[in-house]
């Protein structure tokens, strides 16, 4: 079975920092992709920064310049790195990653539980 944990998520005052983890973990054959969502109250799922194995990230144009992921491929682990952070970033971060399990031929996709980032003074 396959787990993605986050981490690294609270509460900061507007303008400051926070960095987000994502491990996966289990019988992972290979990494696709690996990027994060976000979703604040009454409001749809909404991609925030994606990582995409050998190529260049994509992120949200409300992101941009602020947010920056990275990925550490022999952890399997993505990160988050959010600065400037702005109240209309608070929202619920969640890690999927698009990876293919040992024993398998195809990918599929899996969803972390989530981590609540709230930006207020």
């Known amino acids: 079975q396959v787990q993605l944990v986050e981490s690294g998520g609270g509460l900061v005052q507007p303008g400051g920092s926070l960095r987000l983890s994502c491990a996966a973990s289990g019988t992972i054959f290979s990494i696709y992709t690996m990027g994060w969502y976000r979703q604040a109250p009454g409001k749809q799922r909404e991609l925030v920064a994606v990582?995409?194995?050998?190529?260049?990230?994509n992120y949200a144009d409300s992101v941009k310049g602020r947010f920056t992921i990275s990925r550490d491929n022999a952890k399997n682990t993505v990160y988050l790195q959010m600065n400037s952070l702005k109240p209309e970033d608070t929202a619920v971060y969640y890690c999927?990653?698009?990876?293919?399990?040992?024993?398998?031929?195809?990918?599929?996709?899996?969803w972390g539980q989530g981590t609540q980032v709230t930006v207020s003074s």
């Open positions: 990582d995409m194995s050998g190529g260049s990230p």
């Open positions: 999927k990653a698009n990876l293919r399990v040992r024993g398998v031929t195809y990918y599929s996709q899996y």
